[in-house]
Nanobody, 123 residues
């Protein structure tokens, strides 16, 4: 069983940066891929990036490519989402999710979810 806790959200001005963390419990976390998603009020949950179990592969949709970077430190059971050049459209609750080995762009493919952390970008 894997439990996930996000942190690092907050209020930031447009053009600023934030780094979110996803801390996991469980000895087998290094065998899990992690996806980051976000959900704004009234909108569908959106995939914003994924990293495979080893950290050797990442993927980002066009909406965040070049601005968001995912990394992981398996010795700390933590995955990070570095967000740069933030704009008002990035305002949402951000979630991390885990599934075995390889990430997926589909939320329904993930078995474990964190509670989310709010990111608000002021313009």
């Amino acid at each position: 069983q894997v439990q996930l806790v996000e942190s690092g959200g907050g209020l930031v001005q447009a053009g600023g940066s934030l780094r979110l963390s996803c801390a996991a419990s469980g000895r087998t976390f290094s065998s899990y891929a992690v996806g980051w998603f976000r959900q704004a009020p009234g909108k569908e949950r959106e995939f914003v990036g994924g990293i495979n179990w080893s950290g050797s592969s990442t993927y980002y949709p066009d909406s965040v490519k070049g601005r968001f970077t995912i990394s992981r430190d398996n010795s700390k059971n933590t995955v990070y989402l570095q967000m740069n050049s933030l704009n008002a459209e990035d305002t949402a609750v951000y979630y991390c999710a885990a599934r075995v080995q390889y990430y997926s762009v589909y939320a329904s493919n993930y078995d474990h979810w964190g509670q989310g952390t709010q990111v608000t970008v002021s313009s």
